[in-house]
């Protein structure tokens, strides 16, 4: 990812990308696995390997979702945050949150204006949030609500933390609401990634 292209956003004391991540390389150059079948998704969470998609195998979806990647990914230890960023931590998220006005209001203010299901948010912080869905341990995605609104229902992003041996830390949106959840999920989940500055 050329430094250039990534879009950029101060919210408080800390420098945020304004867009999800789209690299298919770990910071040294390696690849980062990119599935499509259930059976190779369910097998990288079930063997702790790194792993990436896009939402329904689509890769235009990419080029403004962002992919999805599972934990294994977010916390290999070659880097999957371009040089000079690293993937937020659930603490960092928390400062994120308490600037934008705590877990009640956040949510509204880093939903983008489009994408959503109405009504969506009003972007005011410029975070620029999108609702990217997620992909189970399973392979399954989840996040389909129907034919014309498959995707604009929720968003999940991982943190860099851990909550115990099998899952890690999350936030997630919904359409309908201003609030920010905080959930664990199964490291084997793919969500949305979202850096911050080193």
């Known amino acids: ?25 770990f910071r040294n150059g390696d690849p980062v696995r990119l ?6 998704w369910a097998a990288a969470a079930e063997q702790g390997l790194p792993a990436c998609c896009f939402f329904e195998h689509m890769q235009w979806i990419g ?22 960023w690293h993937i937020a931590s659930d603490r960092e998220w928390e400062l994120l949150v308490e600037a934008l006005g705590g877990r009640e209001l956040a ?39 129907d034919d014309q609104h498959w995707w604009k229902s929720w968003g999940y992003w991982w943190t860099s ?5 099998e899952t ?17 999920f199964y490291k ?3 969500f949305s990634v979202r850096c911050i500055k080193d």
Not at 1 to 24: D, F, H, P, S, Y
Not at 35 to 40: A, D, G, T, Y
Not at 68 to 79: E, H, M
Not at 168 to 184: E, M, P, V
């Open 35 to 40: 599935v499509i079948s259930k059976e190779e």
């Open 188 to 190: 084997g989940y793919g």
């Open 107 to 145: 949510g509204n203010r880093l939903k983008s204006k489009k994408e959503w299901e109405e009504p969506g948010g009003t972007n005011q912080s410029r975070f620029s949030a999108l609702p990217g869905c997620c992909r189970d341990r399973n392979g399954d995605f989840r996040g389909i609500e």
């Open 161 to 165: 933390t851990p909550n115990d041996i």
């Open 63 to 84: 080029r403004r979702f962002g992919k999805l990647y599972n934990w294994y990914a977010v916390n290999d230890p070659r880097g999957l945050a371009p040089e000079g």
């Open 1 to 25: 990812m050329n430094r250039k292209e990534i879009k950029q956003v101060v919210i408080g004391t800390q420098q945020w990308m304004a867009a999800n991540l789209n690299v298919r390389t």
């Open 168 to 184: 890690a830390w999350c936030r997630n949106l919904h359409s309908s609401g201003s609030f920010i959840y905080r959930d664990a």
